[in-house]
């Protein structure tokens, strides 16, 4: 339990804390506020009463400070108390009457903001006046009863916070860089922080840290701002620049209380600042929660890499199974794809006598001869803008002018059509000596995306059963097109042999055979 004498002094610190600096910290705050209006709009002749203000304030949240440290020091000293209520009064006199001179004396030039800042800077000081006796009370001045109970329940639930065991946590520790001109400054760092199990480095110019940081990791860095030749800063800022160095968590070590120079740290990207003399208590603090930060920001990049992988994976699956452009339109939300295409040019690749092949081919070796054929064939299609819509068995089946149109699109179907053929004579990609033949048609299709499980980009129409057909009764070694595709070659194949024949479902046709 804790004792009734450590409740009374918590509960005075509490009292303090709650009534006194809230306060006093608003008539700081108005009063920046306030300095930075006029110097911008004036009238340049009230800086100096606000000046005036300004010592009193920072007088006043001194004091008010100490009070709330030295609480033990004066929870049963009545003339303490009294001193303290006399000794508070006297920049809050201060700052209520230079404002009050400030009014009279410059209302009329005074910006209505800036008004409003010196009446909240009044209205601040004059109810800090008065909470002065009930906080800080003595035997003449008591306390209610209700406020009595409320600031030891206050203090009771604080003493149960910092009583509370951390003996759950995980003790974090690293290999951390301290930066310091001083020497000994140096010292007290590493021995502090060897104690609680860090492996410490400590260097004594900018040099000496680009230099450990090139040849080693650190999970931390403490870097003084004060330093000769380079400033802290300026290591901050090149760390913050350096990819390699720009994840370390880095914490800014001064005496130099300059709240410029601490906010030029932080928004340069240090994660914190820790004043000299060295407090140990929050020197481990700070450098826990940077270690704690660190971690969770390296869990955080590791999974956030891993999911990049594994999208990247699922990407490059995508796109040897659909068509770029149609999953640019199934990221930008369309769920229904489908396109006519009034011109287009449609391939089909088969190979002959495959079925004998079957029978007499060891399985692997099979598959095999396929996969390092259809293989050649993607690379080709690839190569020439075809797309390939899929392999059926023995088939390979491609289109040309779809899913974007091109107006040559005949001419780089026979192109691609050539180069299977020329493939088929490569014992390295064909070990078996197989023999191809080709069919190609010209003309309307229909094209879209289908199915929910395994979908396929497919095309549909009489322009992909006449090249079907044409394949079927092709020859071996040969491309077999249709008319439409020679018209829409024009001049380019002058020596095709041409013939007549019927075609089931379609009826006689002239058809062309390319060697």
Known sequence: MVSETRKDKLALATRISQNLNGPSEAIVGFHNLLTEEVRRTGPTAALEDLQKIGVAADTLVQMVELSGKGA????????????????LRSPINAIIGYSEMVLDDFEADLKPSARSDINAILSEARKLALQIDSTISDADIPQSAEDSDRDQEIAASLERSLASSDAGREALTGRILVIDDEAANREILTRLLERRGHSVRSVGSASETFEALDREGFDLVLLDILMPEVNGIDVLERMKKDPPWREIPVVMVSGLNETNAIAKCI???AED???????PVLLHARVDACMERSRWRAKELAFTNEITYERDRADKLLHSMLPAPVIKRLNNGETNIADRFVGATIIFADIVEFTPLVARMDAGDL???LSNLFTAFDDLATLHGIEKIKTIGDAYMAASGIPLHREDHAHAAISFARDILRTMSDSTVSSAGLQIRIGIHSGPVIAGLIGRKRSIYDVWGETVNLASRLEATGRSGHIHISAETKDALGDHLPNAEAQTHFVKGVGEIT????S
């Open 273 to 279: 600042y820790l004043p000299k003399p060295i407090d």
């Open 72 to 87: 033990h020091q004066i929870s049963a000293d009545k003339d303490a108390q009294a001193k303290l209520r006399h000794d």
């Open 367 to 369: 598959i095999l001869e």
């Open 267 to 269: 928004s340069v990207g």
């Open 511 to 514: 058809s062309y055979f390319v």
